[in-house]
């Protein structure tokens, strides 16, 4: 059965995280973005009502929430603001790993942390010279005696400068490719540096910074799943996550659309609102049908998740089509404004700066294509760990 409605708990998710983002975030989001503030308040206090770590599990004190869950969620933070939701969410990436990965013990040692404090947690993937091409990284760990030694440096990690541990993929086997990298749990401490904060063009309240790590030591029990299968943990972690990216992007799209549409009925050209402009009314027509179509991609391939089915290819499908949708319909949303558009006394253009990341970060649109291409010319059976829960 095939069945969009949400359930009266879905709905009361998702009214709880919109007033959040109407009251707590909304009213302040251009002021954060015009200064790029780090905003601690906001991450406090939604620590506080429940919407960070929404997925850890209920065993280590987690709320539980399922991937669905999750997009709903997203989806209303991010029309707040999407640099907001960025920095709430990225323990969602970052511990996505580690239950993956962790062994008992170690999962219930850091899920307890998040949850008992609004705590950060940063997730370590991308070197200067190794984006999309993962396997290129640098990053190194030599295993002594019960110990890791980690050096390298990892940039554009969300939440950099103040999280509190973090998930550093490294070559534990450089000769070997994509087969020697290993993942470790690495938490703070003064071998930790950060190097840069970025500015950036948008979701200016989120932190993006430069992190190297200077011989700094990991009890090997803090290696994630087997060491060498640091990649493939890695592709399984963003095939989690990419559902929600795809859900903040349907965020930022709605919030332009829905200022273009009261904006289109205020604003009158040759004698009447412009949103009687036939011109007008097609550009509102192809954004309304962007963000409904991003919607579903990202909750189709949330849902699989909940099903314990994998969705490798939704997840593109959904992460690529919702990315560029948001650029697209933000890009019209400041046409239909006209030059206000352009003007930072008029809201769209931060939406339009926000949603250019989208296309960016966790895999760019060209890479999602890349996987669309290959999961449909040449599908691969990827055996999973049956753990697989995170
Ligand atoms: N699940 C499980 N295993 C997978 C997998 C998946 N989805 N995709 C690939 N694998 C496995 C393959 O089966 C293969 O396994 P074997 O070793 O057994 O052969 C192995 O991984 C290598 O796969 P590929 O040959 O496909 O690897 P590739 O080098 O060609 O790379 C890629 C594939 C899709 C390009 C990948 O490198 C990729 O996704 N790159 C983008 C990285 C990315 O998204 N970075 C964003 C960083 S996170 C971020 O943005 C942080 C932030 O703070 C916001």
């Known amino acids: 059965m095939v069945d969009f409605s949400l359930t009266d708990e879905q709905k009361n998710l998702r009214e709880l995280a919109h007033d959040f983002a109407a009251r707590e975030i909304r009213p302040v989001a251009w002021e954060l973005d015009r200064d790029s503030t780090w905003p601690q308040a906001i991450i406090d206090k939604a620590h506080e009502v429940g919407l960070m770590n929404t997925h850890l599990p209920e065993q280590y004190g ?17 029309w707040g603001c999407s640099g907001v939701q960025t920095s709430l969410g990225a323990n969602g990436l970052a511990s996505a790993p580690v239950m993956l990965g962790g062994s008992e013990d170690v999962k219930r040692e850091f899920a307890e942390e998040l949850v008992a404090e609004p705590k950060l947690a940063s997730f370590c993937l991308t070197e200067p010279d190794a984006g999309s091409d993962v396997s290129g990284m640098r990053t ?10 980690i050096n390298g440096s990892k940039c554009f990690i969300t939440n950099g400068s103040y999280a509190d541990w973090f998930v550093v993929y490294a070559k534990t086997d450089p000769e070997a490719g994509h087969r020697g990298i290993s993942a470790f749990l690495v938490r703070r401490d003064d071998t930790v540096i950060v190097d840069k904060k970025e500015d950036k063009l948008g979701q200016r309240a989120s932190n993006t910074a430069t992190i190297t790590f200077n011989e700094t030591e990991v009890d090997a029990r803090y290696l994630l799943g087997e060491e060498n299968k640091g990649f493939k943990l890695a592709m399984m972690v963003l095939d989690r996550t990419r559902p929600g990216v795809a859900a903040m992007a349907t965020g930022i799209a709605r919030a332009a659309f829905e ?98 990341i989208m296309q960016l970060y966790e895999g760019t649109s060209q890479i999602q294509r890349l996987v669309i291409a290959r999961e449909t010319l040449l599908p691969r059976r990827i055996e999973e760990p049956a753990t697989a829960t995170a």
């Open 259 to 356: 200022f273009a549409c009261d904006y289109s009925k205020e604003r009158v050209q040759f004698g009447v609102p412009i949103a009687m402009h036939q011109a007008i009314q097609f550009m509102i027509a192809d954004m309304a049908t962007k963000v409904h179509l991003s919607r579903l991609a990202a909750w189709n391939s949330a849902v699989l998740l909940d099903q314990g089915k994998r969705n490798t290819l939704e997840s593109s499908h959904a992460k690529r089509f919702a990315a560029d949708s948001a650029m697209e319909v933000t890009t019209d949303a400041v046409q239909v404004y006209g030059g206000y558009g352009f003007i930072k006394d008029y809201p769209v253009e931060k939406l339009m700066r926000d949603a250019k």
């Open 62 to 78: 987690g709320p539980g929430l399922d991937y669905l869950d999750g997009c709903i969620i997203e989806e209303e933070l991010s």
């Open 140 to 149: 190194r760990a030599v295993r002594k005696g019960d110990k890791y030694v």
